[in-house]
């Protein structure tokens, strides 16, 4: 048994779930490069798909996907359209891959695409927190991320192009909850789980949204307030998971991973024909 675990070597997260995985006796290989992978589709004119995922030649039985493994610019045109040619081929042969994949790609984004602002709109029980803004106007604000890309940023030091989510977090009611396989960890003082565990349906239907975006490894942000729908306030939802955000439970974390991609061996086949952007 063999699993891949799609990140670049510089990746903590990867590097520690891959060792996790090697000390309970499952082989875990973190690759990124070609050097290491071979990916083909095959598509029929009927839109039958057939996808085959190789690391070192042998096909794994699960695959540990971190997202888009190299952000840095390519230098000339051609580079960075070879790269993209790269990122697309990966991107479908894991979406249409038949086995089990933890943040499976999809036609919405690779990573997967999770926007606080959908999410909120889509959960009931879930109010979306802050403003949206072009300008540079952060009054107030403590907290902010670019909607392009979701990637926090300090709101002071932002250029005026940037369109960003801006929010004022109160800490004393803020939760960070991480979602690992089928599990949920609460990160945090022990003691304040009991300001969220009222709020227990709510986190359901999180969980239900997330699965529904093939996401099974996530950190999500939620602020509870004395509103009299006890609604939940929503701030972040990343698929981008890293050690030193969870390392209380990171042993746990990794465990619960392992056992989702080793304990299937069938799953769902995704959407036939996704459009990955090349």
Known sequence: MTLLVLAESSDE???RFARSASERGVEAVVAADFDRLAVSVT???????RSTVLVDGRPPTGILCRGRPDASTPPTPAARFAASERQAAVWSAVALWPGPVVNRPTVHGYPPRLDPLELASSVPG???AGTLTDGRDATGANHAYRISDHAQLDPAARTPYDVVHLTRLDAGRTHRLLVAGTSTFHLGDPARRADLARHAPQVTRIRNWLHAKQTDFAIVTLETADA???????????PWPNHHQFASVADAAYAALLTRLTRLTRQTRPPRHPRPVG
């Open 126 to 128: 879930i109010r979306p």
């Open 13 to 15: 997260t990867a590097v």
């Open 228 to 238: 009299d729908d006890g609604a939940l306030r929503l701030l972040e939802a990343s």
């Open 43 to 49: 598509v029929s004119r009927e839109l039958h798909s």
